[in-house]
C-alpha cells in the first residue's frame, strides 16, 4: 500500500481551498485581515505587499462571524488568476499575522500536517449527515472531519510520521493496543478516587491473566512486581521517545517494557485519549505524548496528575449535591486514577514547563456507556458542527430525525449544556472549558440531547472565587482572574468558540435563522435566573446580557507561540483580547 495515496494534485487543491477559507474567516474575526467590502457581499484582501489579492463572497453573522463560499475564493497577482496555495497564503500575510522568524517555519509545517490530514479524510467512504446522525458512538468520534472550529492549523500533530499518522490519527480509526511498562515505585506515584485501590483498579482494567503474565516476564528478569506499578504508554511515545530519551531508566531496570496489552483502544479527537473497544464499560486512557498539536506539547505532567482524582471527587460531589445540577441531568466522567513517573534528572534540569517533565503519566476516566439508559446513545459534541461533502451539517440532520422543531431541539440541548455551565459559574464561581471535544452529548434514539457529560475536568477547570473554601489537595485549581474577565470564560469558550459556528450553521442551513437560535439561546438564560432568584446579585453582577464582551483571539495565542500557548494555572494572563464584539442576546435582556 502506498502511505502517500492520498496526497494527490486534486485532494491538494482543495484541502488548501477549504484551509485559505477558514484562514480569510477566522483572521478576520480575530481582526489580523480587515477585508475590504467590495459591495454584494464580494471582498478582497490584499497581501502584506500590496500585490497579492485574495477575493470572495461571504455572508456575516452575529459575533462578527465570516461564513465564506469555498468556491469563491480567487487569488490574484496583478491581474493575473494564481493557484491557491495554503503555505503562500500564510507567508504572503506573515506580517499581518504577525509571525516571527522563529515561530513561522513551525507553523508552516502545522499548516502543512493540517492539509495533509484533510487530504487523507477526503480519502475516506463519504457518509452523509442524516446517515451519521444514527451511527453509533465511536462512528461520530472517527468521523469528524474539522477539528477545533475557531484554530486553522487544528491538526499539526507534529512527531507523527505518515504511517503513524494512519495508526494513531482518531480519523484513521485503527484498533490500537497500548504499551505497558512497569515503573520503580520509588520515583512513580499513583493515585486514585475514593474507595479505589491500585491492585484490584489495575486488575479489573488489565485483567488477572496479563498482570500474572506481567508479573512472570519480571520475575524472568530477578524483578519482583510488588517493586512496580504498571502504567500504560503509547505506542508512539514508548518507540519515539522513552525508549531513547528513558534510556537510562530502562537500563537500570527502573523502567521495565512488558508489551502490548490485550484490549484494543481507538483514539479520540483529543488524538491521546483511548476508548476501550474490547469492552466500552472499561476507563478511557489518557496517555501522555510528545507531539506538538494545536499550542501545546500534548504531555501529562506527573505533578499534575497527582491531584486530579481528588479533584475529580471533589467537582462529581458538588453536582451530586446540588439540585439545580441533579434537575439538568448534568454530570462528568471522572478522573479515576492517575499515574506519573518522575526523571529525576530531568527534573533538576527543568522548570515546569518543559515538556521533559511531561513524557510519562497517565489517567484513567471513567467510560459514559456505563451510565447509558435504554434506548440513550451518545455523541462527542464538536460533531454538531460537522459538514458533510453535501454541504449538511449533522445539527441540521439530528434536528430533522428527531422530528422536533428546531426550536425546540435548541432548547433541550441548551438546557442540558448551557444551564449548567451557567450554574455553575454563578453558584460556585467555576468555570470549565466546556468546547465541542470536551463534551459527549447523550442523544434518545431520535436524536434529542437529553443530557450533557463533560471530561478532561482537572487540568481544564477553575475556580475564580478567591474566598471559596476548597480541599488542600484541590487547591491548585483556584485561579486569579480580574473581575472583569471572568464572565469571558462563558462568552469566549460558549458563545464565541462554539455557538457562533453553531448559529451560522443552522441559518446557512435554512433550519433555524439567526434571530431565532439567539432568542432560544436568551431564554435558556432567563429560565435559569428566574429558577434561581436568590442568585440575582451574581446575575446583575456579572451579566449575561451585557451589550458587549471582550474578544478573546485563539489563533492570535497559537501564532504568538505554537508550542505553549498559555499557562493553565494563570488562564487570563495570556488572553490576546482585541476589542469587543456585540453580545447577540443583549438586545433580548428584560
Same mark, same amino acid.
Request: charged residues 25%.
Given at each position: 500500500?502506498?502511505?502517500?495515496?492520498? =496526497?494527490?494534485?486534486?485532494? %491538494?487543491?482543495?484541502?488548501?481551498?477549504?484551509?485559505?477559507?477558514?484562514?480569510? @474567516?477566522?483572521?478576520?474575526?480575530?481582526?489580523?485581515?480587515?477585508?475590504?467590502?467590495?459591495?454584494?457581499?464580494?471582498?478582497?484582501?490584499?497581501?502584506?505587499?500590496?500585490?497579492?489579492?485574495?477575493?470572495?463572497?461571504?455572508?456575516?453573522?452575529?459575533?462578527?462571524?465570516?461564513?465564506?463560499?469555498?468556491? /469563491?475564493?480567487?487569488?490574484?497577482?496583478?491581474?493575473?488568476?494564481?493557484? =491557491?496555495?495554503?503555505?503562500e497564503f500564510i507567508t504572503e500575510l506573515r506580517n499581518a499575522l504577525a509571525l516571527t522568524d522563529e515561530i513561522l517555519p513551525v507553523y508552516l509545517e502545522e499548516?502543512? &500536517?493540517?492539509?495533509?490530514?484533510?487530504?487523507?479524510?477526503?480519502?475516506?467512504?463519504?457518509?452523509?449527515?442524516?446517515?451519521?446522525?444514527?451511527?453509533?458512538?465511536?462512528?461520530?468520534?472517527?468521523?469528524?472531519?474539522?477539528?477545533?472550529?475557531?484554530?486553522? $492549523?487544528?491538526?499539526?500533530?507534529?512527531?507523527?510520521?505518515?504511517?503513524?499518522?494512519?495508526? !494513531?490519527? +482518531?480519523?484513521?480509526? *485503527?484498533?490500537?493496543?497500548?504499551? %505497558?511498562?512497569?515503573?520503580?515505585?520509588?520515583?512513580?506515584?499513583?493515585?486514585?478516587?475514593?474507595?479505589?485501590?491500585?491492585? *484490584?483498579?489495575?486488575?479489573?482494567?488489565?485483567?488477572?491473566?496479563?498482570?500474572?503474565?506481567?508479573?512472570?516476564?519480571?520475575? /524472568?528478569?530477578?524483578?519482583?512486581?510488588?517493586?512496580?506499578?504498571?502504567?500504560?504508554?503509547?505506542? %508512539?511515545?514508548? %518507540?519515539?521517545?522513552?525508549?531513547?530519551?528513558?534510556?537510562?531508566?530502562?537500563?537500570?531496570?527502573?523502567?521495565? !517494557?512488558?508489551?502490548?496489552?490485550?484490549?484494543?483502544?481507538?483514539?479520540?479527537? /483529543?488524538?491521546?485519549?483511548?476508548?476501550?473497544? &474490547?469492552?466500552?464499560?472499561?476507563?478511557?486512557?489518557?496517555?501522555?505524548?510528545?507531539?506538538?498539536?494545536?499550542?501545546?506539547?500534548?504531555?501529562?505532567?506527573?505533578?499534575?496528575?497527582?491531584?486530579?482524582?481528588?479533584?475529580?471527587?471533589?467537582?462529581?460531589?458538588?453536582?451530586?449535591?446540588?439540585?439545580?445540577?441533579?434537575? @439538568?441531568?448534568?454530570?462528568?466522567?471522572?478522573?479515576?486514577?492517575?499515574?506519573?513517573?518522575?526523571?529525576?534528572?530531568?527534573?533538576?534540569?527543568?522548570?515546569?514547563?518543559?515538556? !521533559?517533565?511531561?513524557?510519562?503519566?497517565?489517567?484513567?476516566?471513567? &467510560?459514559?456507556? $456505563?451510565?447509558?439508559?435504554?434506548?440513550?446513545?451518545?455523541?462527542?459534541?464538536?460533531? =454538531?458542527?460537522?459538514?458533510?461533502?453535501?454541504?449538511?451539517?449533522?445539527?441540521?440532520?439530528?434536528?430533522?430525525?428527531?422530528?422536533?422543531?428546531?426550536?425546540?431541539?435548541?432548547?433541550? !440541548?441548551?438546557?442540558?449544556?448551557?444551564?449548567?455551565?451557567?450554574?455553575?459559574?454563578?453558584?460556585?464561581?467555576?468555570?470549565?472549558?466546556?468546547?465541542?471535544?470536551?463534551?459527549?452529548?447523550?442523544?434518545?434514539?431520535?436524536?434529542?440531547?437529553?443530557?450533557?457529560?463533560?471530561?478532561?475536568?482537572?487540568?481544564?477547570?477553575?475556580?475564580?472565587?478567591?474566598?471559596?473554601?476548597?480541599? +488542600?489537595?484541590?487547591?491548585?485549581?483556584?485561579?486569579?482572574?480580574?473581575?472583569?474577565?471572568?464572565? =469571558?470564560?462563558?462568552?469566549?469558550?460558549?458563545?464565541?468558540?462554539?455557538?457562533?459556528?453553531?448559529?451560522?450553521?443552522?441559518?446557512?442551513?435554512?433550519?433555524?435563522?439567526?434571530?431565532?437560535?439567539?432568542?432560544?439561546?436568551?431564554?435558556?438564560?432567563?429560565?435559569?435566573?428566574?429558577?434561581? +432568584?436568590?442568585?440575582?446579585?451574581?446575575?446583575?453582577?456579572?451579566?449575561?446580557?451585557?451589550?458587549?464582551?471582550?474578544? *478573546? @483571539?485563539?489563533?492570535?495565542?497559537?501564532?504568538?507561540?505554537?508550542?505553549?500557548?498559555?499557562?493553565?494555572?494563570? +488562564?487570563?494572563?495570556?488572553?490576546?483580547?482585541?476589542?469587543?464584539?456585540?453580545?447577540?442576546?443583549?438586545?433580548?435582556?428584560?
Amino acid at each position: 500500500m502506498n502511505p502517500v495515496a492520498h =496526497l494527490t494534485p486534486a485532494r %491538494w487543491a482543495d484541502a488548501n481551498r477549504a484551509l485559505i477559507r477558514k484562514g480569510l @474567516a477566522e483572521f478576520a474575526h480575530e481582526r489580523l485581515l480587515a477585508p475590504e467590502d467590495l459591495g454584494n457581499g464580494t471582498y478582497r484582501v490584499l497581501s502584506d505587499d500590496g500585490r497579492t489579492e485574495y477575493r470572495f463572497t461571504a455572508t456575516r453573522y452575529a459575533l462578527d462571524h465570516w461564513q465564506i463560499e469555498p468556491e /469563491s475564493i480567487t487569488r490574484s497577482r496583478r491581474g493575473t488568476e494564481l493557484p =491557491l496555495d495554503a503555505l503562500e497564503f500564510i507567508t504572503e500575510l506573515r506580517n499581518a499575522l504577525a509571525l516571527t522568524d522563529e515561530i513561522l517555519p513551525v507553523y508552516l509545517e502545522e499548516i502543512t &500536517s493540517t492539509l495533509a490530514g484533510t487530504a487523507y479524510k477526503a480519502t475516506k467512504p463519504r457518509i452523509t449527515a442524516a446517515e451519521l446522525a444514527g451511527a453509533d458512538f465511536q462512528a461520530i468520534e472517527t468521523g469528524m472531519t474539522e477539528g477545533h472550529p475557531c484554530f486553522v $492549523a487544528n491538526n499539526g500533530r507534529l512527531g507523527f510520521g505518515v504511517d503513524e499518522y494512519r495508526a !494513531y490519527a +482518531p480519523e484513521a480509526a *485503527s484498533p490500537i493496543r497500548l504499551i %505497558w511498562l512497569a515503573a520503580r515505585r520509588d520515583r512513580t506515584t499513583f493515585t486514585a478516587g475514593a474507595d479505589i485501590a491500585y491492585d *484490584s483498579f489495575i486488575r479489573a482494567e488489565l485483567g488477572d491473566t496479563a498482570v500474572d503474565g506481567f508479573a512472570e516476564t519480571l520475575a /524472568s528478569r530477578g524483578l519482583d512486581l510488588a517493586d512496580y506499578l504498571l502504567m500504560p504508554a503509547h505506542p %508512539w511515545q514508548w %518507540w519515539n521517545k522513552l525508549s531513547v530519551t528513558f534510556a537510562a531508566e530502562v537500563a537500570q531496570e527502573r523502567l521495565v !517494557y512488558l508489551g502490548e496489552g490485550d484490549d484494543e483502544y481507538l483514539a479520540q479527537q /483529543s488524538i491521546r485519549t483511548f476508548f476501550n473497544t &474490547s469492552d466500552p464499560s472499561k476507563h478511557y486512557v489518557k496517555t501522555a505524548l510528545s507531539v506538538l498539536n494545536m499550542g501545546f506539547m500534548r504531555g501529562l505532567s506527573a505533578a499534575y496528575m497527582e491531584a486530579t482524582p481528588a479533584i475529580n471527587d471533589w467537582l462529581a460531589g458538588l453536582i451530586e449535591a446540588d439540585p439545580v445540577l441533579k434537575d @439538568a441531568r448534568f454530570s462528568i466522567i471522572r478522573e479515576r486514577a492517575a499515574i506519573g513517573y518522575r526523571h529525576l534528572e530531568y527534573e533538576a534540569a527543568t522548570d515546569r514547563y518543559s515538556p !521533559y517533565r511531561k513524557m510519562l503519566a497517565a489517567l484513567w476516566r471513567e &467510560s459514559p456507556v $456505563a451510565g447509558l439508559e435504554q434506548g440513550e446513545r451518545l455523541a462527542t459534541m464538536a460533531s =454538531l458542527l460537522h459538514v458533510d461533502h453535501e454541504g449538511k451539517s449533522l445539527a441540521a440532520a439530528l434536528i430533522r430525525r428527531s422530528g422536533l422543531p428546531p426550536k425546540e431541539w435548541l432548547t433541550r !440541548y441548551l438546557d442540558a449544556y448551557l444551564l449548567p455551565v451557567l450554574h455553575s459559574f454563578y453558584a460556585y464561581d467555576l468555570a470549565y472549558m466546556p468546547h465541542g471535544e470536551n463534551v459527549i452529548l447523550v442523544l434518545d434514539e431520535r436524536g434529542a440531547v437529553v443530557r450533557a457529560v463533560f471530561k478532561d475536568i482537572a487540568e481544564e477547570i477553575c475556580v475564580m472565587d478567591p474566598a471559596a473554601v476548597l480541599p +488542600p489537595a484541590v487547591e491548585r485549581i483556584r485561579a486569579d482572574v480580574p473581575e472583569d474577565m471572568k464572565l =469571558l470564560s462563558v462568552f469566549t469558550d460558549v458563545f464565541d468558540c462554539f455557538f457562533r459556528f453553531l448559529a451560522a450553521t443552522l441559518a446557512a442551513e435554512g433550519v433555524l435563522d439567526e434571530d431565532g437560535f439567539w432568542e432560544t439561546v436568551a431564554a435558556c438564560v432567563h429560565s435559569y435566573q428566574e429558577s434561581v +432568584p436568590e442568585l440575582a446579585d451574581k446575575f446583575a453582577r456579572y451579566d449575561m446580557f451585557a451589550g458587549t464582551f471582550a474578544l *478573546s @483571539a485563539l489563533n492570535r495565542l497559537q501564532l504568538r507561540n505554537n508550542k505553549q500557548m498559555v499557562d493553565l494555572a494563570d +488562564p487570563s494572563g495570556a488572553l490576546q483580547l482585541v476589542g469587543d464584539l456585540v453580545n447577540p442576546i443583549a438586545r433580548f435582556a428584560r
